[in-house]
């Protein structure tokens, strides 16, 4: 353990394979012993994750978060054919690539969008490990009663109406997060969430073999009370890590001594005591 000081951030901006610049935040630890890299949920800034970071960076642990393109505080213009799964071939990329530099063992956690991209990431198979956090294949279907109802109108009506009327896309409107996006990267996610393999369905073009080349341990870790990413659809995403290690814990709030998780509330100060510890015991059993 490295103590309590608060660690030295650095906020940089890092050229992707395409030119894009993409702003980045690197959390130095006094003793560094290896990499983390934090991918965000839809509509969720960098800064959300750094309560988790400046623990883990105090722990030995250098720590990596980011916007992706379009969001956030990214200001760089977006091509004309920029699109959310570049989110995955070409910003996590970017970031495996840049925590390869370290020479250190790289681990990744992906929180919901964040790990649902990773396998389109071409160096992801070079990760020390991976954690997905709440992170599902959103197929409106597998949700039951009103929820299907719900989501069923949020990816057929509301965001294709909303899409093309506005854009960035009005996302805190419909409680997807509170920093902008491009309409047109809601709009495809929600043709997505229409198909039962989710952005890995055959009419979307996307390489699946990235997901199947990952072979470390990937722990998936799930919330009962999260309503956005029910156990049916982490099992799921899940599976497109074929050869991974797979290990799977749907945790409950009460037996952890929380009122409330739900979909974001691992990063959480109110999560330190009891949830932060079993994220760093992971880790430091694989390093």
């Not at 012993?33 to 970071?53: D, T």
């Not at 063992?105 to 956090?133: N, W």
């Not at 996307?206 to 722990?219: K, T």
């Amino acid at each position: 353990m490295t103590g309590n000081m608060e660690p030295r951030v650095e906020h940089k901006s890092l050229r992707c394979a395409d030119g894009y610049l993409l702003k980045y935040s690197h959390y130095h630890s006094t003793e560094s012993k290896a990499v983390v890299i934090f991918a965000s949920a839809l509509g969720v800034s960098r800064q959300y994750y750094h309560r988790l970071a400046v623990y883990l960076c105090q722990q030995g642990y250098d720590c990596f978060s980011f916007d992706y393109r379009g969001t956030g505080e990214q200001d760089a213009p977006l091509a004309k054919d920029a699109a959310i799964e570049h989110w995955g071939q070409r910003d996590i990329e970017a970031m495996i690539q840049q925590a390869l530099n370290l020479n250190l063992s790289v681990h990744f956690i992906g929180h919901s969008i964040g790990g649902q991209l990773l396998g389109l990431a071409p160096s992801a198979s070079k990760l020390r490990s991976v954690m997905l956090v709440a992170a599902s294949a959103p197929y409106w279907k597998r949700w039951e009663g009103s929820e299907r109802l719900k989501l069923l109108f949020l990816s057929y009506v509301l965001i294709p109406v909303l899409g093309a009327l506005k854009d960035p896309f009005p996302i805190a409107a419909l409680g997807l997060g509170n920093i902008r996006m491009p309409s047109r990267f809601i709009k495809r996610w929600a043709e997505w969430m229409r198909e039962p393999d989710y952005l890995l369905a055959p009419m979307f073009k996307l390489d699946r073999s990235g997901y199947e080349n990952i072979s470390c341990r990937l722990w998936t870790l799930g919330f009962r009370d999260d309503e956005l990413a029910p156990e049916i659809n982490i099992r799921h995403l899940s599976g497109f890590y074929s050869k991974a290690k797979v290990s799977l814990d749907m945790l409950d709030p009460a037996q952890e001594g929380l009122s409330h998780i739900g979909h974001n509330g691992l990063f959480h100060k109110r999560s330190e005591e009891a949830l932060w510890p079993k994220v760093l015991n992971y880790l430091s059993e694989i390093d």
